[in-house]
């Protein structure tokens, strides 16, 4: 590893160093100057007159911090991983190719206006244009060099397809649809317990409406996948996990500053570096600061001087299984191409994908005779996020922002706004089925899917509220609609926890303090806890347990201040006893495939908890009391097998740790010195407020890395507060790829101000390169 060391010593060129050195770089196809400042975080600010040229400078900026992870994305959108990882990571070549993120992106390339694409291609030019210099001058990030390839040329569609690959991971109802085609195939007889989802009664509610009380979610027509097909589908798409997010507003009548408020702290997968990159922006005075995607121009969450917008993850349902023969309708265009998936040091893969409109053909396991799959997505019809990446930074107010959502395809998204004047509002963007009932749960037959997927919503039939009467807005990924309030959007939610607790707070604090949003970001409050906790406890009282580590576990819940803190036992006894009430009622029930299919089982076990009625229709013979004293004891004993026979040593943050790493830093111990991490012990859970998602072995993988606050003033004042873990650069020897760590485990935010310019620690100036 000594070479390897040597190329990081060679390719060492963090971006703040570089762009000391080089003042000026003189490029063609500009109209002006642009000027590419640094501030004390790294972050760049592109300064333009023109927008095309603001779009250059964005994509040589871009390419200096994250040219690597931009390379990364693309190869996963369109299915070429393995030409430089190899065998290991074939399986997703192939759902790539199978999914045809590429052609999608190349058809919605076609839906651009002529001024959203030459602002994509102005971004390619300046991308291409920072990795020639790179390459001259021997400062391609490392990786390239321990990898042993350099990076093509930078595309229109190569932006366009990132954005399509990242909504389709965002979509949660395939999932579950697999998990009910397993169910249904080889379960049947716990169909009736576990079929339905169960979003817990009294649970928040995104857009509260006077409604009809509405039917519980019923089966509905389903499809009978064999066995094998539903164990196929299910390999398919192993290792997908939906994100979340949260997002409120208050209005001006909520705010102590008398001014309107925004927070957001959207969840993603903990990467190093973070997917999210900080990005300020300056066409002739227009102002913005936020995130975007690498490889994307523009601004997904961002502010202005008079509004600031945040995003979640809608969880509304966009994807679809159709199963059997689909009806050909005279005229509808079909499609077919095949294509090899180069493998580095293995033989090609040939993947032939098809599909029509809105849908793509699902293969078989390989020499099975099983029954035609389709999968129906919003992804697959074109669309045009990308152009609304590039207008929703500079529309100044409520209504002209809707309108820049428009032609927004996937992913699906609830927007939370804010305005200067007061407005709050959230608003649903994107391509969404018609569903005339409440179809969805599981893989339906060919000529019903088709069916409800021949229209799709129209813009201003999907939900928005505008100014309530509560004067706030919340979306964490919660049920959108009453049940039986119309449009249809699903019936899969993610738990109210989240949401419940951030509409607490709300509610107990008239006029939020300025303060207050970023404290609340940070809140430990278990909301499943809250729910919960009392019947098990109730449990316990009724029939205690006899261990001794058992009686700790009791006394430290019945004892418990419902935090997820890292430094209590509590937590940790609350969740090992969750999952051995998980085991005992869903993994002993459907087996251990079947059961890891399930993303909803937080909320069934739940059930489970609070429904007698549930647990016996389930076939559970002993009482609750009784059940849950033994789990506590298997929980403790587990517990003390981790972490020690002394229950005074147990602590939460032993379990719960931030384990983000590069994907390099697995190889080897001097990459992971460079590239990697250490677990870092946190406080948070998978709900809370401070969203900390464990996966299968209890290590955080999902969570909040960029946190996002903004509040109006007068006078043209809006001051933004921000902190993203890691930090700008993706270059390891970069003083910015992880200076703001520290901030964002603290809970702390660093000021931005649009109101002047950021002080300046490092400037290059683009200039147009004279004729001849």
Same mark, same amino acid.
């Given at each position: 590893m000594r070479a390897a060391a040597g190329i990081l010593r060679l390719a060492a060129w963090p971006s703040s160093r570089a762009l000391r050195r080089t003042r000026v770089l003189s490029l063609a196809a500009l109209h002006g100057t642009v000027d590419i400042d640094r501030d004390d975080r790294g972050i760049p600010w592109i300064r333009a007159g023109d927008e095309r040229d603001l779009h250059v400078g964005v994509g040589v900026a871009m390419a200096y911090d994250r040219l690597w992870q931009m390379d990364v994305l693309r190869r996963r959108a369109t299915g070429r991983l393995a030409e430089v990882f190899g065998a290991r990571a074939a399986g997703s070549d192939v759902l790539a190719r199978t999914l045809a993120f590429e052609r999608a992106a190349h058809q919605s390339e076609a839906l651009l206006s002529p001024p959203a694409r030459a602002n994509l291609a102005a971004f390619a030019h300046g991308v291409d244009t920072a990795v020639r210099r790179m390459r001259r001058r021997g400062q391609l990030p490392p990786e390239f060099h321990l990898l042993r390839y350099r990076p093509g040329p930078w595309s229109v569609g190569d932006s366009l397809a990132i954005v399509k690959q990242l909504g389709f991971h965002l979509g949660r109802n395939l999932q579950q649809e697999v998990f009910r085609s397993r169910l249904l195939a080889e379960r049947p007889e716990f169909v009736r317990s576990f079929l339905a989802p169960k979003y817990p009664p009294g649970g928040s509610v995104t857009i509260r409406a006077d409604a009809p009380a509405g039917p519980a979610a019923r089966r509905g027509d389903t499809a009978l996948l064999s066995a094998g097909?539903?164990?196929?589908?299910?390999?398919?798409?192993?290792?997908?996990?939906?994100?979340?997010?949260?997002?409120?507003?208050?209005?001006?009548?909520?705010?102590?500053?008398?001014f309107a408020a925004l927070a957001n702290d959207p969840h993603i997968l903990f990467t190093q570096p973070s997917l999210w990159y900080q990005l300020g922006l300056d066409l002739d005075g227009e102002r913005a600061y936020g995130v975007t995607v690498p490889g994307v121009p523009g601004l997904v969450i961002g502010a202005n001087p008079d509004l600031a917008w945040g995003v979640t993850n809608s969880t509304i349902d966009t994807q679809d299984l159709a199963v059997g023969e689909r009806p050909d309708p005279t005229g509808e265009p079909r499609?077919?191409?095949?294509?090899? +998936? @180069?493998?580095? #040091? *293995? =033989? /090609?893969?040939? +993947? @032939?994908?098809? #599909? *029509? =409109? /809105?849908?793509?053909?699902?293969?078989?396991?390989?020499?099975a005779e099983v029954e035609p799959v389709v999968l129906y997505w919003s992804g697959l019809h074109p669309s045009t996020e990308a152009e609304s990446c590039q207008r929703m930074w500079r529309a100044r107010d409520y209504p002209a922002f809707r309108e820049t959502l428009r032609g927004f395809g996937v992913p699906v998204l609830n927007l939370v706004v804010a305005t200067r004047d007061g407005t709050v509002a959230l608003r649903a963007a994107g391509i969404v089925p018609r569903r005339d009932r409440?179809?969805?749960?599981?893989?339906?037959?060919?000529?019903?899917?088709?069916?409800?997927?021949?229209?799709?919503?129209?813009f201003d039939e999907l939900p928005e509220i505008v100014d309530p009467p509560a004067g706030f807005v919340v979306s964490a990924n919660h049920q959108i609609l009453p049940d039986g309030v119309a449009p249809h959007l699903g019936s899969d939610w993610g738990g109210p926890y989240r949401a419940d607790r951030i509409e607490e707070l709300l509610t107990a604090t008239p006029t939020a303090r300025p303060d207050d949003f970023g404290a609340w970001q940070m809140d430990l409050r278990n909301g499943r806890a809250q729910r919960i906790l009392p019947t098990l406890l109730k449990a316990l009282d009724e029939h205690p347990p006899e261990s001794p580590l058992a009686v700790f576990g009791h006394q430290s819940l019945a004892t418990w201040d419902g935090?997820?803190?890292?430094?209590?036992?509590?937590p940790l006894v609350f969740g090992a006893l969750a999952r051995v009430l998980t085991e005992r009622w869903i993994t002993g029930r459907l087996g251990a495939a079947v059961a890891d299919a399930m993303t909803d089982v937080t909320l069934h076990v739940d059930h489970l908890v609070m429904d007698a009625d549930a647990r016996r229709r389930l076939g559970e013979t002993e009482e609750l009391p009784v059940v849950v004293a033994d789990a506590l004891t298997e929980a403790a004993r587990r517990l003390a097998d981790r972490f020690g026979d002394d229950p005074a040593g147990w602590?939460?943050?032993?379990?719960?740790?931030?384990?983000?790493?590069?994907?390099?830093?697995?190889?080897?111990?001097?990459?992971?010195?460079?590239?990697?991490?250490?677990?870092?012990?946190?406080?948070?859970?998978?709900?809370?407020?401070?969203?900390?998602?464990?996966?299968?072995?209890?290590?955080?993988?999902?969570?909040?890395?960029?946190?996002?606050?903004?509040?109006?003033?007068?006078?043209?004042?809006?001051?933004i507060r921000d902190v993203l873990r890691h930090g700008s650069s993706g270059h390891p020897l970069s003083p910015h790829y992880a200076d703001q760590t520290p901030a964002h485990a603290e809970g702390r935010l660093y000021e931005v101000r649009l109101d002047s310019p950021p002080e300046v620690r490092s400037r290059l100036t683009l200039a147009p390169r004279a004729p001849g």
């Open positions: 097909g539903a164990a196929h589908l299910a390999d398919l798409f192993a290792g997908r996990q939906g994100s979340g997010s949260n997002a409120w507003a208050v209005s001006a009548a909520r705010s102590a500053t008398g499609w077919s191409q095949t294509s090899v +998936v @180069r493998v580095r #040091g *293995g =033989t /090609g893969i040939s +993947v @032939r994908a098809s #599909g *029509g =409109t /809105g849908y793509v053909d699902l293969p078989g396991p390989d020499g409440r179809e969805g749960l599981a893989p339906a037959d060919a000529a019903e899917v088709a069916a409800r997927w021949r229209t799709t919503l129209g935090r997820d803190d890292a430094d209590q036992a509590a602590r939460y943050g032993r379990s719960n740790r931030i384990a983000d790493q590069h994907p390099l830093a697995a190889v080897s111990d001097t990459l992971r010195s460079l590239y990697g991490s250490p677990p870092t012990p946190v406080s948070g859970g998978g709900q809370s407020v401070c969203l900390m998602y464990p996966d299968r072995d209890g290590q955080v993988v999902e969570g909040a890395p960029w946190r996002f606050v903004v509040e109006f003033g007068p006078s043209g004042s809006t001051r």
